[in-house]
């Protein structure tokens, strides 16, 4: 029997181990790098895709606007109110012109902020006057009014063009009626009211006695009086006491508007 030659073995052995190098080498993996790679990309994208940001839904909030009032001239000076509006409602009210110089900074540095939060409460120029700054509160007032009246107006007119002509006949508005100017022994008298649906909703004094004690009696009567017009729907109201002449002139001066008005 004859024995294989140990260099014979070694060259088998080399040859069987490159044989083997060489098959593994051409096969080709299962899965493709590049493929791999791509396919991890595309999740990357749709992140980035996720956090970009909805600039649509940034504003929901509707504006609110701003209206003016008239300025109204006072013994020291003009005071003009401008309020700020939303939904029907004020939201904010300043007054953009005020007395000023000497003794008037004080009174209306201690004036105007309660009247400013008295119109937001209220919602209305029914507001008290504020002691010691009669003149300031009297022009805050009616220059509140005038906005108020602005106010109105500008909302009548947006409904109206909006609501179309087959609503008409529901969009009766507030009228406005200022009775006559009653003379009194002390001053003038004149009252103006708001009439919507056949009753009172608002009754203000366009003017007053001023002067004086005379203007205490009309800060203390005044708001009284208009409560009581806009509570009685009549002019059937009770004088306030301490200021007979001024209620007596109120209710005469009430009656007119409501004769104008159609009772």
């Known amino acids: 029997m004859r024995k294989s030659h140990p260099i014979r073995r070694v ?19 299962a899965s493709d790098p590049a493929a791999a790679s791509a396919a991890g990309a595309a999740p990357q994208q749709t992140a980035a895709a996720q956090e970009a ?22 013994q020291y000076g003009a005071v003009q109110v401008r309020l700020t509006v939303a939904n029907g409602k004020i939201t904010k009210a300043e007054a953009v012109q005020a007395p000023k110089g000497g003794l008037s900074d004080q009174k209306t540095a201690l004036a105007v902020p309660k009247l400013n939060q008295e119109a937001v409460a209220a919602q209305s120029a029914q507001i008290d006057a ?10 805050y007032k009616k220059s509140l009014q005038s906005a108020l009246d602005k106010m109105k107006a500008s909302s009548g007119s947006s409904s109206g063009s909006s609501s179309g002509s087959s609503s008409g006949s529901a969009q009766a508005q507030a009228r406005t009626v200022t009775g006559k100017a009653v003379q009194t022994q002390y001053g003038t008298v004149q009252v103006r009211i708001t009439v919507s649906d056949g009753k009172i909703t608002k009754a203000d004094a366009v003017q007053a006695p001023k002067g004086g004690l005379s203007d205490q009696k009309t800060a203390l009567a005044v708001p009284k009086l208009n409560q009581e017009a806009v509570a009685a729907g009549t002019a ?28």
Do not use: E, R
């Open 11 to 29: 060259v088998l052995a080399t040859a069987a181990t490159v044989s083997g190098v060489v098959l593994l080498l051409s096969l080709k993996p």
């Open 53 to 74: 940001p909805q600039g649509g839904a940034q504003d929901a909030g509707a504006s609110a606007g701003t209206v003016t009032g008239d300025a109204a001239q006072t």
């Open 130 to 139: 504020v002691s010691g700054a009669t003149y300031t509160s009297t022009g």
């Open 236 to 263: 059937n109201i009770d004088a306030v006491s301490g200021a007979t002449y001024t209620s007596t002139g109120y209710k005469q001066s009430l009656q007119s508007a409501l004769d104008q008005a159609g009772g």
